[in-house]
C-alpha cells in the first residue's frame, strides 16, 4: 500500500545517501488526529526525524538496508510527556520521607533541608538518575519544575542521559529565605540561564519561579514579561492544596489566578504546575488565557491534598483546556511513571462523573503524549507520530504476563494493564537511548553505590542540621 500519514516533505532525508535509517516496527499507536493505529506498522527514521510511516512490508521493501527495532508483536507509541517533575533535591532519598505527614512537613521538614545540603555533583547525580527513570519508563520530554542551586549541573546529567528537557533556576524574592535575592537579581539569572540553553536544544531553560505566594508582583510580572521577550516558557506552582487562595485572598484580597491575570501573567507562554484548588472564575481564566496546567494526581494522592474532592482538571480537559500531566518530586510521587499519572486521573475522573463514557483510555495516552506536548507548547515538534515530527518513540513488549493475552485495542491494554515496565526501546530525537529495557547512554549500575552514599550523608546531614 502506499504510504500514509504524510506531514511535509521528507524526500530530501530519505535520498540522503549518507543518513542511517531506523525503522521501528510493531502496532503503531499514532495519536494524529485520526488516531490512526497501524497493525505490524513501521516508522521510519533518519536522522532526528521521522521520514516515513506505513506497513512493515512496505517500508522494509523502501529500505532494504535499515537497521529494525521492534518486532510485529511489539506496540509503538510517540513518547510520553512528563509535564512537572524535580530533577534534584529529592530524588536521592526517594522514598525516604515518611507518607504519614502533611505536605508542609514533607516540605520544610524534609525536602528544604535536604536540597540546603546538596553540592553541585549532587545534583548532577540526581537528575541522572531520575532521567534514567524517565526514559526507561518511556518519557522523553520533561519539564522540570525547578533546580535551586545548580541548574548547570543538572543540564549535564539530562544531556548525559539523552533526555528532551527544560531546565529552571528557582526563583524568589521573598525576604529572609535560603537563597532569596532581589527581583532584579532574580530576573537577570533567569536570562542568563535561557541564553544559556536557548530554545531549540534538547534541554533548554524556562523562566521558572518557584511561585505559591513566595514572589512578589513585580518580580512574577517581569518574569512572565521576560518569557514572552525570549519566546520561551515559564512554569511555577500554585494551589496544590488550600493554602495558597488563603494567602492570596489575605494580601490580594483576589484568588490566585485572578489576581495574576490582572497582572498580565497569564497567557499561552506559561504553564502552572499543579492549580487543584480554584474556584469557578480561575477555570474561566485558564480557558480564555490559554493558560496550561500540569496535573500529578499520583503526587496529590500520596500527600492527601484533597485532589478528589477539589480537582478541576478534568473538566478543564473536556473543554479542550491545555492540560498535561506530570510526576512531580519524590518528597509527593516517588514514582516517574506518566502511564501511572495517566490512569490515575482518568480513572478519578470516571468514578467522580458516575460516567464511563466520561473520559477513557484515550483520553489518558493523549493526556500523555499529544494533548501533553501542546500544553508545554511543543505540540508541532512531539506527542504524535507523524511524518516530519520528531523521532521520539516509545516501543512496549508484549511479552509480560499483563499482555497475554493481547487485547484488541493496544491503548486500551497499556493504560489499564501495563504502565512503564512493559517499555522495552526509546529513541528520542532519533538517539536510541533505552534498549531491552536498559538505558544505553548512562550506565545505572555504575551510580548504585554513590547514589547509596549520597543517600545517607544527606539523611544525616538532616537530622543533624
Same mark, same amino acid.
Given at each position: 500500500?502506499?504510504?500514509v500519514l504524510?506531514?511535509?516533505?521528507?524526500?530530501n532525508?530519505?535520498?540522503?545517501?549518507?543518513?542511517?535509517?531506523?525503522?521501528?516496527?510493531?502496532?503503531?499507536?499514532?495519536?494524529?488526529?485520526?488516531?490512526?493505529?497501524?497493525?505490524?506498522?513501521?516508522?521510519?527514521?533518519?536522522g532526528?526525524?521521522?521520514?516515513?510511516?506505513?506497513?512493515?512490508?512496505?517500508?522494509?521493501?523502501?529500505?532494504?538496508d535499515?537497521?529494525?527495532?521492534?518486532?510485529?508483536?511489539?506496540?509503538?507509541?510517540p513518547?510520553?510527556?512528563?509535564?512537572?517533575?524535580?530533577?534534584?533535591?529529592?530524588?536521592?532519598?526517594q522514598?525516604?520521607i515518611?507518607d504519614?505527614?502533611?505536605?508542609?512537613?514533607?516540605?520544610?521538614?524534609?525536602?528544604?533541608?535536604?536540597?540546603?545540603?546538596?553540592t553541585?555533583?549532587?545534583?548532577?547525580?540526581?537528575s541522572t538518575?531520575?532521567?534514567?527513570?524517565?526514559?526507561?519508563?518511556?518519557?522523553?520530554?520533561?519539564?522540570?519544575?525547578?533546580?535551586?542551586?545548580?541548574?548547570e549541573?543538572?543540564?549535564?546529567?539530562?544531556?548525559?542521559?539523552?533526555?528532551?528537557?527544560?531546565?529552571?533556576?528557582?526563583?524568589?524574592?521573598?525576604?529572609?529565605?535560603?537563597?532569596?535575592?532581589?527581583?532584579?537579581?532574580?530576573?537577570?539569572?533567569?536570562?542568563?540561564?535561557?541564553?544559556?540553553?536557548?530554545?531549540?536544544g534538547?534541554?533548554?531553560?524556562?523562566?521558572?519561579?518557584?511561585?505559591?505566594? @513566595?514572589? /512578589?508582583? #513585580? $518580580?512574577?510580572? !517581569?518574569?512572565?514579561?521576560?518569557?514572552?521577550?525570549?519566546?520561551?516558557?515559564? +512554569?511555577?506552582?500554585?494551589?496544590?492544596?488550600?493554602?495558597?487562595p488563603?494567602?492570596?485572598l489575605?494580601?490580594?484580597?483576589?484568588?490566585?489566578?485572578?489576581?495574576?491575570?490582572?497582572?498580565?501573567?497569564?497567557?499561552e507562554?506559561?504553564?502552572?504546575?499543579?492549580?487543584?484548588?480554584?474556584?469557578?472564575?480561575?477555570?474561566?481564566?485558564?480557558?480564555?488565557t490559554?493558560?496550561?496546567?500540569?496535573s500529578?494526581?499520583?503526587?496529590?494522592?500520596?500527600l492527601a491534598?484533597?485532589?478528589?474532592?477539589?480537582?478541576r482538571?478534568d473538566?478543564?480537559?473536556?473543554?479542550?483546556?491545555r492540560?498535561?500531566?506530570?510526576?512531580?518530586?519524590?518528597?509527593?510521587?516517588?514514582?516517574?511513571?506518566? @502511564?501511572? /499519572?495517566? #490512569? $490515575?486521573?482518568? !480513572?478519578?475522573?470516571?468514578?467522580?462523573?458516575?460516567?464511563?463514557f466520561?473520559? +477513557?483510555s484515550?483520553?489518558?495516552?493523549?493526556l500523555?503524549?499529544?494533548?501533553?506536548?501542546?500544553?508545554?507548547g511543543?505540540?508541532?515538534?512531539?506527542?504524535?507520530?507523524?511524518?516530519?515530527?520528531?523521532?521520539?518513540?516509545?516501543?512496549?513488549?508484549?511479552?509480560?504476563?499483563?499482555?497475554?493475552?493481547?487485547?484488541?485495542?493496544?491503548?486500551?491494554?497499556?493504560?489499564?494493564?501495563?504502565?512503564g515496565r512493559?517499555?522495552?526501546?526509546?529513541?528520542?530525537?532519533?538517539?536510541?537511548?533505552?534498549r531491552?529495557?536498559r538505558c544505553v547512554?548512562?550506565?545505572i549500575?555504575?551510580?548504585?553505590?554513590?547514589?547509596?552514599?549520597?543517600?545517607d550523608?544527606l539523611?544525616?546531614?538532616?537530622?543533624?542540621?
Amino acid at each position: 500500500m502506499d504510504s500514509v500519514l504524510i506531514r511535509g516533505d521528507a524526500s530530501n532525508l530519505v535520498n540522503a545517501p549518507e543518513r542511517r535509517v531506523l525503522l521501528v516496527r510493531g502496532d503503531i499507536v499514532t495519536m494524529n488526529a485520526s488516531r490512526t493505529v497501524l497493525r505490524d506498522g513501521a516508522v521510519a527514521v533518519t536522522g532526528e526525524v521521522i521520514i516515513d510511516i506505513g506497513s512493515f512490508a512496505e517500508l522494509r521493501q523502501k529500505f532494504p538496508d535499515a537497521t529494525v527495532i521492534g518486532r510485529t508483536d511489539t506496540i509503538v507509541t510517540p513518547g510520553y510527556i512528563n509535564a512537572h517533575q524535580h530533577f534534584t533535591g529529592d530524588r536521592l532519598v526517594q522514598s525516604c520521607i515518611p507518607d504519614a505527614i502533611d505536605s508542609q512537613d514533607a516540605i520544610y521538614n524534609w525536602a528544604v533541608p535536604v536540597h540546603t545540603g546538596h553540592t553541585g555533583d549532587d545534583d548532577e547525580l540526581s537528575s541522572t538518575l531520575a532521567a534514567i527513570a524517565a526514559v526507561t519508563n518511556g518519557i522523553t520530554c520533561t519539564v522540570e519544575a525547578g533546580t535551586v542551586a545548580h541548574p548547570e549541573r543538572v543540564a549535564a546529567g539530562l544531556h548525559r542521559v539523552g533526555l528532551r528537557a527544560t531546565i529552571g533556576r528557582w526563583g524568589w524574592d521573598t525576604e529572609g529565605l535560603p537563597f532569596s535575592a532581589p527581583t532584579d537579581e532574580v530576573l537577570d539569572e533567569q536570562r542568563a540561564l535561557v541564553t544559556k540553553y536557548p530554545p531549540g536544544g534538547i534541554v533548554e531553560a524556562w523562566v521558572t519561579l518557584v511561585g505559591h505566594d @513566595l514572589m /512578589s508582583d #513585580a $518580580l512574577v510580572a !517581569g518574569a512572565s514579561d521576560l518569557a514572552r521577550r525570549l519566546n520561551t516558557g515559564m +512554569t511555577f506552582h500554585m494551589s496544590p492544596h488550600s493554602g495558597d487562595p488563603v494567602t492570596y485572598l489575605a494580601r490580594t484580597g483576589l484568588r490566585p489566578l485572578v489576581h495574576l491575570d490582572r497582572l498580565g501573567v497569564l497567557g499561552e507562554h506559561v504553564l502552572i504546575g499543579h492549580a487543584v484548588h480554584l474556584d469557578n472564575a480561575e477555570v474561566e481564566l485558564l480557558l480564555t488565557t490559554r493558560t496550561a496546567v500540569a496535573s500529578c494526581p499520583w503526587a496529590y494522592l500520596r500527600l492527601a491534598q484533597g485532589f478528589i474532592g477539589a480537582s478541576r482538571h478534568d473538566e478543564l480537559f473536556r473543554r479542550g483546556g491545555r492540560i498535561a500531566l506530570g510526576c512531580d518530586g519524590e518528597n509527593a510521587g516517588d514514582a516517574v511513571d506518566i @502511564l501511572k /499519572s495517566a #490512569a $490515575l486521573f482518568v !480513572g478519578i475522573a470516571r468514578d467522580r462523573a458516575v460516567d464511563p463514557f466520561s473520559l +477513557t483510555s484515550d483520553d489518558a495516552m493523549a493526556l500523555a503524549t499529544v494533548r501533553g506536548a501542546d500544553a508545554i507548547g511543543k505540540g508541532d515538534l512531539i506527542g504524535s507520530i507523524e511524518v516530519g515530527k520528531q523521532a521520539d518513540l516509545v516501543v512496549h513488549s508484549t511479552q509480560g504476563a499483563e499482555f497475554t493475552p493481547r487485547g484488541i485495542d493496544p491503548v486500551r491494554q497499556i493504560i489499564w494493564a501495563s504502565d512503564g515496565r512493559s517499555v522495552n526501546d526509546v529513541l528520542i530525537a532519533g538517539r536510541e537511548v533505552v534498549r531491552d529495557g536498559r538505558c544505553v547512554t548512562v550506565d545505572i549500575d555504575g551510580l548504585r553505590a554513590a547514589a547509596d552514599e549520597r543517600r545517607d550523608a544527606l539523611l544525616a546531614s538532616r537530622s543533624t542540621g
